[in-house]
């Protein structure tokens, strides 16, 4: 037995050096220059500069579209506001980002190994949270969306494109500037929570939390053709005009369906 460790020892010596000898005989000059690079503090703190700093958590504002079924005037006199894409985006205080992920199937392979294969995305939902206002605008409203989607007395619904609207999230700056932004298309509330009541808390305000369900998120802006119909009801010719200029100009992005309206 000791001969036959001799000779497995020796084996192994050998491979040892062999893979010794073939790393040592690599060029990584290349790879040791670009380490040789390190990022101080000052280049790491230019490099965040450079895209405007870093991106805070606290510098975001929501805005919400009404579906059309809310657009009734009574309605909003009812819940007390008139411009209700803005009170909804100051009261929002958090919002938890949707998950990206695919939907993948297994496949197998030779040998019997598998791969996932992608086919598709999905998003979970978005999670809203509202500081609750003494009248209790947010709770009101968000059960007038819902029983609009769905009457819990007469049991009946409306038409899809009347309970569904688009959700706009924007990324700010310390000056409040827009840097980016995505829009979940066709969102619409799925549930909402009301924090907690309770006699013991005297430094705590209501807050609800609303989940959103969604076709898909995108970075491009809510569409033409919404913005188009809202400015010929609105009648103004000036508005009219002024809109027909901006497209005359070569407003990019513009559907040449669109267009031809004007």
Not at 40 to 65: C, W, Y
Not at 77 to 92: A, D, K, W
Request: charged residues 20%.
């Amino acid at each position: 037995m000791n001969i036959v460790n001799k000779y497995i020892n020796e084996a192994i010596n050998k491979v040892v050096s062999k893979v010794n000898t073939a790393v040592s005989s690599v060029d990584i000059s290349g790879e040791r220059k670009n380490l040789s690079t390190t990022k101080t503090i000052s280049d790491f703190r230019n490099k965040l500069l450079d895209g405007g700093g870093p991106a805070r958590t606290n510098q975001f504002m929501v805005s919400f579209e009404l579906p059309t079924f809310m657009h009734d005037s009574k309605l909003l006199g009812y819940l007390g506001v008139t411009q209700f894409n803005e009170e909804l985006g100051i009261l929002c205080y958090k919002a938890s980002s949707p998950e990206k992920k695919f939907n993948t199937v297994k496949v197998k392979y030779e040998n019997n190994l598998e791969r996932d294969i992608p086919i598709n995305y999905s998003w979970d939902n978005m999670t809203f949270s509202f500081i609750e206002r003494k009248d209790y605008l947010l709770y009101n409203l968000f059960n007038e969306w819902m029983n609009g989607m769905h009457n819990p007395i007469t049991n009946t619904g409306r038409f899809y494109k009347d309970i569904v609207t688009d959700v706009k999230i924007n990324f700010l700056n310390k000056n409040n500037d827009i840097m980016a932004y995505f829009t979940l298309l066709e969102a619409k509330p799925i549930s909402m929570t009301m924090s907690e009541l309770n006699w013991e808390n005297n430094d705590q305000y209501v807050t609800i939390d609303v989940d959103f369900s969604f076709m898909y998120p995108t970075n491009q802006d809510y569409e033409l053709t919404t913005l188009v119909n809202s400015v010929m009801d609105f009648g103004s010719s000036d508005v009219m005009n002024t809109l027909k200029d901006v497209i005359n100009t070569g407003w990019k992005g513009i559907p040449s369906i669109v267009k031809k309206i004007f």
